[in-house]
């Protein structure tokens, strides 16, 4: 908040000496800044409303492929540049679960990816069925999450030491845990520092449990 107030305090005094191009650069970084506040409040929200019991979820028949191949179209489509690759095999045609909760995970674990990674290094996402179960999995080569930090990512407000100078609320993680164990799956992370981040998305084809899971 304090950087577009900042921002944009320093468009108005000055908008009539710059140029057309620093109007844009500044209005650039104000977009910037609003779209990471925007995703801090939305976090805050729904971490609140899921671990407040406001979370119920609510199922329906959809297609894994679909719902991958638009998420990741959606958020790798931010940074053009960024290689990437998208593998899909042996999927079910239908899953049986709430797709919104579901996309919602997706994108935090692959706005994790890219934002501990530099926009050139490579993000591949492939997701396989084993056991009757949905394995999405999410791969980058960025900074990866030291040993000591790895046992505490999924608590809630957890930061890691060598995250901290990107912008975070240490949500994200704890919000999709608590998303796939809602849905009777569950989430791993693998992570070696400086090398990279292999998170796992499990989700059940249909959800034996009758969509009651609580934890
Ligand atoms: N792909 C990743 N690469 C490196 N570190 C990660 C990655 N995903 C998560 N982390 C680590 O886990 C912590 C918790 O992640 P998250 O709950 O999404 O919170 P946030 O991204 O807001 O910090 C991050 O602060 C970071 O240290
Ligand atoms: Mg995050």
Redesign the pocket.
Known sequence: MSTINALAQGLIRRADRLSTADVRAKAEKIWRASLRLDELVE?ILSYTRATSGGIVLNPSEFNPEDLIRRVCREQIGQEPDRPFRLQMRGLPDIVIGDPVLLEQAIV??L???M???RPDQAIAVTARKRASMVRIV?Q?H????TER?LPF??Q?F???????K???????????WYILKLHGGDLE?E?LESR??K?TLIVPETNTTGLSYSI
């Open positions: 976090t935090i674990v706005s994790n990816a934002k501990y990674s999410v980058d960025g900074i990866g999450i930090d990512i999924m809630p957890f930061r890691g030491q060598n995250a901290k990107v912008p975070g609320t240490g949500l994200g993680l704890s919000l999709a992370v992570s990279g981040t998170v």
